[in-house]
């Protein structure tokens, strides 16, 4: 009778593997070592005041970073959202001094549909590679943008007040900006985990050539998500606007590598196949608190930038050596 002796599993690597199984524990962990370290520094910071000051200032980034989520899945990037959102809130506030708020509503959205078309279109049919694409569109949006503002700057412009309440606003110490942000996230959650085109998005980024194989119109896949991309954009331009109260033409720029380093930080694969919103949301809590924690540091803007680059090469890295030891 023979026996076979079971080697046991080391610790460390038990560890690692739960982690890696469970990725949202050590997004909680880390954003909990934050908010103590920023107490620490701080004391008496973090109260009531400031959960909900840090809820509204990541609100944005967090749906900005789930426009990356949805396209890093497809092995993609959409660097036109800060364009397209900061176009939105100029429009907006520029239209709504002469036009009706619905009216200006849907002048403000057009150009986000029509450069998340010329996206899906640029990528999905003449197979454009998607950061070339999105950056191309970005900086044409730009441009239009700096023509349009000189033709409505003797009009001035306007922060409609539903946008000021909606991004300033608290009801019973709760940010008001929360009833857009929680249907959207949950629209987002239950479209990546429950429905067909979710479960496409996922395909495409896992094996393209198979999902085209197997009937999948790749083109039609990718127009959509770049249209929904640039339409979340819009939207959240809109309430950045309400947030910040200042239009300008760089207005949602700086939101736009935070919102790559958040979806990574979530756990999102730059290679596609691989991720979820509900960790790019923690991702976007950890960096709006790094934010804090950097400005009571005294960091300059070109050194926290520096920090996300940085940020996504260490998580990039992570993943990689997770991929090779399973």
Known sequence: MSTTAITPVPFGRRIKRFMADRPLIPLIILLVILVVILQILRPGIVNERWIANTIKFAIPLAILAGCQTMTMLTGGIDLSVGTVATMSAFIMATQVVNQDPAVAFIMAMMPAVLIGLVNGIGVGVFRVHPLIMTLGTSLIGTGCLQVYQRTVIASG??????????GTGLSWGIPNALLLFVPLAALIVFTLARTGFGRLLYAVGDNERATRLSGVQYWQV?????????????????????????????????????????????????????????????????????????????????????????????????????????
């Not at 412009?157 to 909606?166: E, G, N, S």
């Not at 990718?222 to 939207?235: D, E, H, K, R």
């Not at 309430?239 to 999102?268: H, R």
């Not at 991720?275 to 950890?286: H, K, Q, R, S």
């Open 222 to 326: 990718i127009s959509a998500l770049y249209v929904i991309s640039s339409l979340l954009a819009g939207i959240t331009g809109l309430l950045y606007i309400g947030l910040i109260k200042a239009p300008s033409l760089s207005l949602a720029e700086p939101l736009v590598l935070p919102s790559v380093a958040a979806a990574v930080i979530g756990g999102t694969s730059i290679f596609g196949g691989r991720g979820g919103y509900t960790g790019t949301i923690i991702g976007a809590l950890i960096l709006t608190v790094l934010t804090t924690l950097l400005t009571i540091l005294q960091m300059p803007e070109g050194a926290r930038r520096i920090l996300f680059g940085l940020i996504v090469l260490f998580v990039t890295a992570a993943y990689l050596r997770i991929v090779e030891e399973r």
């Open 157 to 166: 412009a306007k922060i409609p007040d539903f946008l000021a309440w909606l």
